[in-house]
């Protein structure tokens, strides 16, 4: 089974622009959740998304946008970008949502750079 | 609120030692899930081992096992016979089944782990 995976893996931007990332998760897995990683804040939640529908968010502001596909595949959005978003954003997919014992995989991550 | 911990932020082993990495935790959800994953210098985050909180026994994954000790809320994670390629940062990670976490996994700091020849 293919794991997940992300595109681009590189991306560089200036600031205000916005940019999108995309994710497509192990083949059977509905569960779509996103992370950023930065050296100051650590790994921190963005959302998740389940059946097309955002099920939880974290603490981000509404610059950061996301959406699932009905093919499971997700996308985030983040737009009038800020120095501070350079950072590595992680997807991961697990099959179900809400069940303690479900392990989510992670794809290589997406490093964004803002200048 | 969920919380996880780990005090160490690097650490040191000789190869084909054994090694231990802390994690404590806080939650008031009796049902959860911990995790570990290991995120090599690449950047992709690898599942290591899995614990929930009502299993009876200390999960083991090959050379991975897991020292869960409920009542202190601590779930370390032991490495034996370190090898090379295990040097990398090391995240404990906790997923409640309250209906709104939903899929929200939250994830220590982290500990740098650096396997001595």
């Known amino acids: 089974k293919a794991g997940v995976t992300q595109t681009p893996r590189y991306l560089i931007k200036t600031r205000g622009q916005q940019v999108t990332l995309s994710c497509s998760p192990i083949s059977g897995h509905r569960s779509v959740s996103w992370y950023q990683q930065t050296p100051g804040q650590g790994l921190q939640f963005l959302f998740e998304y389940f059946s097309e529908t955002q099920r939880n968010k974290g603490n981000f502001p509404g610059r950061f946008s996301g959406r699932q596909f009905s093919n499971s595949r997700s996308e985030m959005n983040v737009s009038t970008l800020e120095l501070g978003d350079s950072a590595l954003y992680l997807c991961?997919?697990?099959?179900?949502?809400?069940?303690?014992?479900?392990?989510?995989?992670f794809g290589p991550g997406t490093r964004l750079l803002v200048l | 609120a969920q919380k996880i911990t780990q005090t160490q932020p690097g650490m040191f082993v000789q190869e084909k030692e054994a090694v231990t990495l802390d994690c404590t935790y806080d939650t008031s959800d009796p049902s959860y899930g911990l995790f570990w994953y290991k995120q090599p210098s690449s950047g992709e985050m690898i599942f290591l081992i899995y614990?929930?909180?009502?299993?009876?026994q200390n999960a083991t994954e090959g050379r991975y096992s897991l020292n869960f000790q409920k009542a202190r809320k601590s779930a370390n994670l032991v490495i034996s016979a370190s090898q090379l390629g295990d040097s990398a940062m090391y995240f404990c990670?906790?997923?409640?089944?309250?209906?709104?976490?939903?899929?929200?996994?939250?994830f220590g700091p982290g500990t740098s782990l650096s396997v001595i020849p």
């Open positions: 990670a906790m997923r409640e089944t309250a209906k709104t976490s939903y899929d929200k996994v939250i």
């Open positions: 614990q929930g909180s009502y299993d009876q």
């Open positions: 991961a997919s697990s099959q179900t949502s809400g069940r303690a014992g479900e392990t989510q995989y």
